[in-house]
């Protein structure tokens, strides 16, 4: 057993040729669909903590001020706020799926295995849901914008 520390010029034992090569090129880690599914969940999670902390706040305006509320809630009748609306749909649409495929890649004795297909799977279920969603949510604003029946 050698009591020297080794190099980054000399890969640990085990240490894949790849994560080896892509820091001998300086790149960083890109990951596959995996890595980036955990990012997005990440991501649409905190996206939605911080909506749900807003959406407390506003509510809690009507017992302070009812002006202030009606105020704020014409604010989002505006179409930029439609806008954020499908972001947040698409957002919590997308945690939700990708929490049950976590859960059955944790908790069913084959999920591992099938991990990648899950994910494919509930992208093209996210795909499915949100774009008649999206159409619907923001049918509105652009009859609205560009003028309509």
Known sequence: MSTTASTAAEPAAGASDRAGASRRRGSFYR???????????????????????????DTAL???SPNT???VIETYKTPLVNLLEVGLVG????????????M??????????????????I???????????????????????FGGA
């Not at 669909?33 to 905190?46: A, D, E, N, Y």
């Not at 997308?94 to 049950?100: E, I, R, V, W």
């Not at 008649?132 to 009859?143: N, Q, W």
């Open 31 to 57: 990951g596959d669909p995996g890595m980036w599914s955990w990012v997005l969940h990440r991501i649409t999670g905190v996206l939605t903590f911080f909506f749900l902390f807003v959406h407390v706040l």
């Open 62 to 64: 009507v017992r302070v």
């Open 69 to 71: 509320y009606d105020q």
């Open 91 to 102: 957002a919590v649409l997308f945690h939700a799926l990708n929490g049950l495929r976590v």
């Open 104 to 121: 059955l890649v944790d908790f069913w004795s084959k999920g591992p295995k099938y991990q990648k297909t899950m994910l494919w799977v």
């Open 123 to 145: 992208g093209v279920v996210w795909v499915v849901v949100m774009v008649p969603g999206a159409f619907f949510m923001l049918k509105r604003t652009v009859e609205m914008l």
